[in-house]
């Protein structure tokens, strides 16, 4: 492999510090944003480097894979099962669920032994969170907190009977917006009231 300038090791780590925390590649208006840079500088690095055989990357969104070795683990880590509840709707509101349906295993490092309690996993249909990453059959690995930031995917409780999963973003007055990542999706506003956060999506499954 070709030597990397200064900048392309940076990008280059933190996609792979990204990849081993949240269990998904950065976008690439996630590198722009810790980084402070334009889009398009983005994929100037990226591309070079694909050039320099580092990584591998398509034009859907989250598809970056390394060319190289995974790090040691900071720490032993150990699978752990956590519960699938059911489908989770990834377009309009669907009928919550709340049925086990089985359990799936996750690495400690993504769910660590005292979040396993209260981890759980849902089964996503729908496209309006596909220009994240998150296509129709995917799994979801969610968090269960109340404690989300602004741009968070979360897990929604509308109305204490629909779920879906959106991106949270609070408004003034009150009111809560459910942002899809697809352009064919309207953004869904609520009173606050009438949201409850399930959970923080921290991570997917995805079967090929």
């Not at 591309?47 to 055989?53: E, F, G, I, M, V």
């Not at 949270?168 to 606050?192: D, H, I, K």
């Amino acid at each position: 492999m070709k030597a990397l300038t200064e900048k392309q090791k940076k990008i280059l780590d933190y996609i792979e510090d990204f990849m081993e925390r949240e269990g998904m590649a950065p976008t690439v208006y996630e590198i722009a944003d810790f980084f402070s840079i334009k889009t398009s500088t983005v994929f100037a690095h990226l591309r070079a480097l694909q050039r320099k055989n580092h990584l591998t990357r398509s034009s859907k969104a989250r598809s970056i894979s390394l060319n190289r070795p995974k790090r040691k683990p900071k720490h032993m880590s150990f699978i752990l099962p956590i519960p699938l509840l059911g489908r989770i709707n990834a377009g309009l509101p669907a009928d919550s669920l709340e049925f086990k349906e089985g359990d799936i295993f996750v690495d400690s490092s993504l769910v660590s032994k005292k979040e396993q309690e209260t981890a759980f996993a849902l089964k996503v249909q729908g496209e309006s969170m596909r220009d994240l990453g998150i296509y129709e059959d995917d799994v979801v690995i969610v968090k269960q907190t109340e404690d989300v930031a602004p741009g968070d995917i979360i897990v929604a409780l509308i109305n204490k009977e629909e779920t879906t999963v959106k991106s949270y973003f609070p408004l003034r007055g009150g009111r809560v917006e459910l942002r899809p990542a697809n352009e064919e999706f309207s953004t869904q506003v609520y009173p606050s009231s009438h949201v409850k956060v399930q959970g923080k999506v921290i991570g997917l499954q995805r079967s090929y």
